[in-house]
């Protein structure tokens, strides 16, 4: 997950080039979004918990909505601890991946 954030975030500093790069970060955003799928897949059958037929899907075309309330269901007030450290990841991905952009600037 963290290369594929990184991947994105690095696209979107080189002002979203066309051609290979643009292949690339989509293939990484399709590649996120399914390691996401598959996360909710296996949390829920450890928890031992059924699921609706596809959801696997359901969760790879809107993880933005369907992933917090999935773990709101599971967790309870637990699942904010779990939001915070996706945040964790995202925010070092972007860094990490912005970080040639920013070392460049600071050269100039």
């Known amino acids: 997950m963290f290369y594929c954030l990184a991947i994105a975030a690095r696209y979107e500093d080189l002002g979203s080039p066309s051609g290979r790069p643009a292949i690339m970060a989509n293939i990484a955003q399709w590649f996120f979004a399914s390691s996401l799928a ?9 928890r031992r918990r059924s699921l609706p037929y596809d959801f696997d ?45 920013i070392i460049d600037s600071m050269r100039k």
């Open 38 to 46: 598959l996360w909710v897949l296996a949390d829920a059958r450890q």
């Open 57 to 101: 899907a359901f969760v790879f075309f809107a993880w933005p909505f369907i992933v917090p309330i999935y773990l709101f269901q599971t967790r309870g007030w637990r699942a904010i601890a779990t939001i915070g450290w996706f945040l964790l990841l995202f925010l070092s991905a972007t860094i990490c991946g912005s970080l040639p952009s």
